[in-house]
């Protein structure tokens, strides 16, 4: 039976919407509706192409996904090459270039050449064909000459439109991209791969290539590809571009994704200048790119510089110094931190990597070590990205000698000799001299001294490190004791540094408690854990005294960071150095809350809460209750004033009917903190 007129209507009009928004999301990174309403739309056209499969069409947004398997790759002759790019890898190269250009376009001095750039995506290059606005065929770049037909895999990638947009897109179309993974996407798949045991993939450029390469469209729909369209190929005569920019244009108004970082520069000078700010943004762009891509703008220009080999003359590409570099592992030691967490570092023969020497790399820590099975004489992979410290990404297996030493924890701190403790099921191992160990102390005080906790400035790490050195400095506290002399005498220090120095420490004693106590360098007390302290306790004598039960009910405090609370501060030498830190002069302003505590509706009542509420979360209700001056607590005791039972509550509630403790249920807790 065919359908009838109106709902073939319809059918396209569902296809038009689900197109637009598919541009808005995928191309544009600017969506109108909400995943669920997107949904509903495809959903409602899936449901009639089922009804009346005679509608279906290959350019449908739902035939993403091919249902079957190939057996094999088609091959597909590229009648346009796909050309590769000719690379220059310093500031020289590319003014070579520049000049060639120029010569051969016999331009004089001062006429400069201007150039489209964008960055150099790592990832798989891929020609596709539209016939009449419609994806027919996609082929991967191969030798350039022939490739692998990856229609079906190619469909199944959202910011590839199957239909191009407008009306004025030409007959023939072949347009050239790089297909990548973002990093996120990358990440979270070798995480799962991870989780699942599966094989997880060496780099994003990896991961693109191996998921466009499927036999399985219903494998590479799962993988997060994108692309960025970088050139044309074939297109129909007709158009009117008369540069590269034009070129790219015309792309974005048929649909097609060509990358935001795309720009116009005149002369060689601003190409450098691109490069260099490319280079600085990399690390905060959301995919891998390994340089920049340099065209000659004009397309006359173009084709009178014609190509060499299977490189266009007009276009090279200006790459990163190589992240990632091979060399042999001489020695692995152990780097005690602030927590005494041992940390393997390998000294490695010096490298150039990521554009600097690197003679250090992180293991990270033991399961690491052993995962990766790193031995001392071992040929390694170092990977250096941007400013992230240097690690080691993987042993070269076949290159291990026959004399290749393993690597064994040792079973004392190697800086002050205390007994190793490795918790069983944990990866961290740490020394268990605590402040006894200067690792350990150097590395609390440059934690105390950092900007984010009590911000003094000037006092650096190589301070920190002679301060303990010399005996001068072995707590915090000692710190506001420090004279002109102690400091002047240290290597390298100018008498005007120490007296900033000694300002610096003034001007720190005026802090906030959250800082102070982010600055002690409790175990798992970050800055957020310190301020929600901050703000439930105001005061840090009621802070020092408060049980793990009370310590609970503030948010994100759980039986973990109350225990480390509750242990540091029950330690005499931590309470000794505080009490010396406050007599130095540190002080912080006691914040007023709006109402006196006292005076709040809930002061000085006692909340348990069990079994599952409905209306609102447990933290919610938790902050609710605070905020009427309640305290919540963990367990049902002699001074709990109520027990809150929601659904299926448990021993708690049990316990609350055994001592007489006044239950009441959700909705009368609603009642109570209702504003
Ligand atoms: O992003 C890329 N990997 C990329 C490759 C960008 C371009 O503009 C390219 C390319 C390969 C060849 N342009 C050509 C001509």
Request: aromatic letters at 6%.
């Amino acid at each position: 039976m065919t359908a009838p007129r109106k709902t073939k209507l319809h059918v396209e009009e569902l296809r038009q919407q689900i197109r637009y928004h598919d541009h808005l999301y995928h191309v544009l990174d600017d969506p109108e509706l909400s995943d669920a309403r997107y949904d509903r739309l495809l959903r409602e056209l899936r449901k009639l192409e089922s009804e009346h499969p005679d509608l279906i069409t290959d350019d449908s947004p739902t035939q993403r996904v091919g249902a079957e398997p190939v057996k094999a790759f088609n091959q597909i002759h590229h009648r346009l090459p796909m050309l590769s790019l000719d690379n220059a890898f310093d500031e020289d190269e590319l003014r070579n270039f520049d000049r060639r250009l120029r010569d051969r376009l016999k331009l004089d001095d001062s006429e400069k050449v201007e150039y489209a750039a964008e960055p150099k995506l790592d990832g798989l290059a891929v020609s596709i064909l539209y016939q009449d606005g419609k994806l027919v065929r996609a082929a991967t770049r191969g030798d350039g000459t022939t490739g692998e037909d990856v229609t079906h895999n190619i469909k199944t990638i959202h910011a590839i439109p199957l239909q191009l947009s407008g009306s004025k897109y030409p007959p023939l179309l072949d347009v050239r991209g790089e297909v990548f993974m973002p990093r996120a996407g990358f990440d979270e798949f070798n995480a799962r791969a991870r989780r699942n045991e599966e094989k997880e993939f060496i780099n994003p450029r990896n991961a693109a290539a191996g998921s466009l390469r499927q036999l399985d469209p219903r494998i590479t729909a799962r993988r997060p590809l994108n692309i960025y369209f970088y050139g044309i190929g074939e297109i129909s005569k007709g158009h009117s571009a008369s540069t590269h920019e034009m070129g790219m244009q015309l792309l974005r108004q048929w649909g097609l994704k060509v990358s935001p970082e795309l720009a116009v520069l005149s002369g060689v000078d601003q190409c450098l200048a691109y490069y260099a700010a490319i280079f600085e943004k990399r690390v905060s762009l959301p995919y891998d790119i390994d340089g920049v891509v340099f065209k000659v703008n004009s397309l006359d220009y173009q084709e009178m510089l014609g190509f060499v080999a299977r490189a266009p003359r007009w276009a090279i590409a200006q790459k990163f110094p190589a992240e990632e570099e091979t060399t042999i592992v001489k020695d692995v030691e152990f780097q005690v931190g602030r927590t005494g967490a041992l940390t393997p570092v390998a000294r490695l023969d010096p490298v150039f990597v990521g554009g600097v020497t690197v003679s250090n790399a992180t293991l990270h820590n033991m399961d690491e070590l052993q995962r990766k099975d790193v031995r001392i004489g071992d040929t390694v992979v170092v990977r250096r990205a941007g400013d992230v410290i240097p690690e080691i990404v993987s042993v070269i297996k076949k290159k291990r000698p026959g004399k290749s030493r393993k690597v064994r924890l040792p079973a004392k701190c190697p800086v002050c000799g205390s007994d190793v403790e490795r918790p069983e099921n944990e990866a961290v191992a740490r020394c268990s001299g605590g402040l006894f160990c200067p690792a350990q102390r150097k590395e609390a005080i440059k934690h105390f001294a950092s900007r984010r906790a009590m911000n003094i400035d000037g006092m650096g790490d190589k301070i920190v490190d002679q301060l303990v050195e010399t005996g001068v400095v072995e707590t915090v506290a000692d710190l506001y004791k420090l004279t002109l002399e102690n400091l002047s005498g240290l290597d390298r220090m100018a008498e005007k540094s120490a007296g900033n120095i000694l300002n610096a420490l003034e001007k720190s004693k005026q802090t906030k408690l959250a800082r102070f106590l982010f600055a002690l360098g409790i175990r798992e007390v970050g800055e957020a854990t310190a301020l929600s302290l901050s703000a439930y306790f105001t005061d840090l004598d009621e802070l020092m005294e408060a049980d793990e039960e009370a310590l609970m009910t503030v948010q994100d405090v759980g039986t973990v960071v109350a225990s480390h609370v509750r242990t540091f501060f029950q330690q005499t030498h931590n309470k000794e150095i505080i009490d010396a830190l406050l007599a130095a002069g540190i002080r912080w302003p006691v914040e007023r809350k709006a109402t006196p505590d006292d005076q709040l509706p809930l002061a000085g009542k006692t909340f348990v809460l069990t079994g599952t509420l409905n209306k609102l979360t447990r933290d919610q209700a938790k902050s609710r209750l605070h905020e009427l001056g309640a305290k919540v607590s963990g367990s049902v005791s002699r001074k709990t004033d109520f027990v809150v039972a929601g659904e299926n509550p448990g021993s708690k509630h049990k316990k609350a009917l055994d001592m007489g403790v006044f239950v009441i249920d959700e909705e009368a807790l609603l009642q109570l903190i209702s504003k």
